[in-house]
């Protein structure tokens, strides 16, 4: 998943680097009056949403198998200890009940 992560920010990084040329170049707008950080950060990020999506579409899904697998086991272990409570619950029952009062 770090992974993922870490080359997402690279392909965000590689845009607004390659944005901020545009602009200071002349070539994109500049947007308007004070807002030409925002307007920089803005389009590399609509810019690099369907680059990461087309071009790491294998990481992410490795990272989703890695993450239903966590999941999996989690659920698995979960259930393990609620049905090992459950025969403890039942054995403790049982005993209760084969004494006399």
């Known amino acids: 998943m770090l992974r993922y ?3 997402r920010l690279g392909i965000f990084a590689g845009c607004l680097v ?11 707008p500049r947007g308007l009056g004070d ?22 579409r294998k990481e992410r899904d490795r990272a989703s198998a890695k993450i239903v697998e966590r999941v999996d086991r989690t659920k698995a272990n979960l259930e393990r200890s609620r049905s090992q409570e ?3 619950d039942d054995a403790a029952r049982g005993g209760a009940q084969g004494q006399p009062s």
């Open 5 to 7: 992560t870490l080359m």
């Open 18 to 28: 390659v944005v901020w040329g545009l602009v200071y170049s002349g070539i994109a």
């Open 35 to 56: 807002s030409n950080g925002m307007w920089i950060v803005l389009l590399a990020l609509v810019l690099s949403a369907p680059i990461s999506f087309v071009v790491l």
């Open 86 to 88: 459950d025969t403890a």
